[in-house]
């Protein structure tokens, strides 16, 4: 500002100049959030970058398999968590957890209204969060959970209202706790910290905050917040960050990993978090660089699907909604002594899961 | 209620179309006009079921997305016992971002310029660093006590008006000659504008 000719413009040039500044919006491209794809994307995107990050990009895929980008509007951290949430409920896969989570949030009204927030302004958000939970509950029933979810998240004024939703609740559970936060926070309240880094409407997540939704919204969900840090630092693989898990009685519903460029949130993938029919399709493009024997795939399905005539990993897209219900409903269920032994364990998990769908 | 409504009438002749905006913008991503208007009802109820003493506002006649209001000048300030006048207008994505207020009382003030646009954090859409502060939970009447209470405190550190912020800090007789030199009482305002 003070580099400004100021005394040479008049007050109504200034306030024009001063419109025109608040009126402009970076440029952004692509999907709110968009389709999940291999990270081989990401290695291409560094190819030319410096050797740190090639090399810190190289090693990614071996660990994160996949990756999901989100729009860099400056609400992506935000919005990242939030559809991170969302798949980890639905990987976790009981319906009824829905309809838990509805009634956790629920009850966490009585947070907003201690922090000083009026119900009729928020419960529009928070109606919108709770519409989503149900929808994505009867997707899931119904087997379309994950495109329901996208739909969602690609509606500009709905994902807002959840992403309004969400920094109300993280802005009211720091407010009610300041002593928790304050520490954290230089040369600002807790109340000040939230009026300026949460409750705006493109305020980006920061790490005070992302703290404090992951301790109001993901930890009582069973959830866990991993975040990849892919920077200029020292080392050969991106640092990963765990936000300490707080107890919740144990249980472990899922994981929401972010990947983290500076100033920017996506989201990443293990194997195990995606899908099944998503991980026979990370079969179909690992496969050109990969030997047949290797286990490449966590659930073991490359192995399982040889066993078939007629079936091949050129047209995964084509074989899998078949076989994914022939899997659930039995009776060409694979047992272990078709895998190879390093598989077993992953195995393990699977049947549970798996049952715990069906139900 | 009736009386208010015909003392703040006059002045819509002379605001800018909101219609322009909505057209404009529905063709660049999709907008929620229905969302604008059921806020904008639940926001009318609110302040009605429960108005807050030295501020009012109401929708004008022929839009919903602009409303006219008024503020009344906090006590043991240079504004005391004034009236002023504002125009809200909202845009299609509303609240996820700022309305448009102008005042349309001439005023006198370090945040406030000749044609009554208003230097405010919270009015500014975010994006721009730390400076827009607007959050889709402030409201209608929210606003209208944020503008309230920056008259009385005025934030002298990026002043529209220099010369007032100058004087707030030097010369408070001064300051307050120069604010009743520039008010108009809405009645006269309106005698003006029709």
């Known amino acids: ?359 | 209620m009736a009386n208010r409504l015909d003392t703040m009438n006059p002045s819509d002749t002379t605001m800018p179309s909101i219609n322009q905006g909505t057209k404009s913008s529905t063709s660049a991503r999709p907008t929620n006009n229905g969302n604008v208007v059921k806020r904008l009802q639940s926001e009318l109820m609110t302040l009605m079921m429960s108005p807050t003493p030295g501020i009012s506002a109401f929708p004008s006649d022929t839009d919903i997305t602009r409303w006219n209001a008024t503020i009344s000048g906090p006590s043991g300030t240079p504004y005391e016992t004034l009236t002023f006048k504002l125009t809200f207008s909202y845009p299609p994505n509303y609240p996820y971002a700022p309305p448009e207020v102008l005042f349309k009382t001439p005023i006198y003030h370090p945040n406030v310029d000749m044609s009554g646009r208003i230097c405010l954090d919270i009015l500014k859409p975010a994006g721009q660093g730390k400076e827009g502060a607007w959050s889709a939970v402030l409201n209608t009447g929210s606003v209208l006590l944020s503008i309230q209470s920056l008259l009385g405190e005025p934030n002298n550190a990026s002043p529209l008006n220099g010369e007032a912020a100058l004087l707030w800090d030097r010369d408070l007789t001064e300051y307050k000659r120069k604010v009743l030199a520039r008010h108009q009482e809405p009645s006269e305002l309106d005698g003006e504008g029709s």
């Open chain 1, 1 to 359: 500002m003070a580099s400004y000719p100021q005394q040479d413009m008049s007050d109504e040039q200034l306030s024009e100049f001063q419109k025109l500044s608040n009126e402009y919006v970076p440029e952004v491209t692509g999907p709110l959030v968009g389709e999940r794809q291999s990270s081989t994307a990401i290695v291409a995107e560094y190819a030319s970058a410096d050797p740190v990050f090639q090399a810190k990009t190289e090693a990614l895929p071996q660990k994160y398999s996949h990756y999901r980008t989100v729009r860099g509007d400056g609400s992506c951290g935000w919005r990242a968590v939030a559809f991170g949430y969302f798949e980890a409920l639905i990987h976790h896969g009981d319906p009824s957890r829905f309809l838990e989570e509805e009634t956790r949030l629920r009850s966490s009204s009585n947070i907003l209204n201690m922090a000083g927030f009026d119900p009729f302004i928020y419960e529009d958000f928070a109606d919108a969060m709770f519409d989503l939970l149900r929808d994505v509950a009867s997707a899931m029933q119904a087997g379309h959970a994950e495109q329901t979810l996208l739909a969602a998240f690609n509606d500009e004024s709905n994902q807002a209202s959840i992403l309004t939703y969400l920094k109300t609740l993280t802005a009211a559970w720091m407010k009610t706790r300041p002593q928790d936060y304050a520490p954290w926070l230089l040369e600002q309240t807790v109340e000040e910290y939230c009026n300026a880094s949460v409750m705006p409407t493109s305020a980006e997540i920061e790490n005070v905050g992302l703290s404090a939704l992951k301790d109001t919204f993901l930890s009582p969900a069973g959830i866990t917040l991993e975040v990849l840090y892919l920077d200029r630092s020292e080392g050969s693989e991106v640092n990963m960050h765990r936000f300490s898990p707080v107890n919740h009685g144990g249980f472990d519903v899922g994981t929401v990993r972010l990947l983290y460029r500076p100033g920017h949130y996506d989201l990443l993938y293990k194997l195990q978090d995606l899908p099944h029919a998503a991980a026979s399709v990370s079969t179909y493009l690992q496969i050109a660089s990969q030997t047949h024997r290797e286990p490449i795939c966590a659930i073991g399905m490359p192995d399982f699907l040889t066993g078939f005539a007629g079936m091949s990993y050129v047209s995964p897209h084509q074989a899998w909604p078949g076989w994914q219900q022939q899997l659930a409903g039995g009776p060409f269920r694979p047992s272990a002594w078709e895998f190879e032994p390093d598989v077993l364990q992953a195995t393990a998990q699977s049947p549970l899961q798996t049952a715990m769908f069906r139900k």
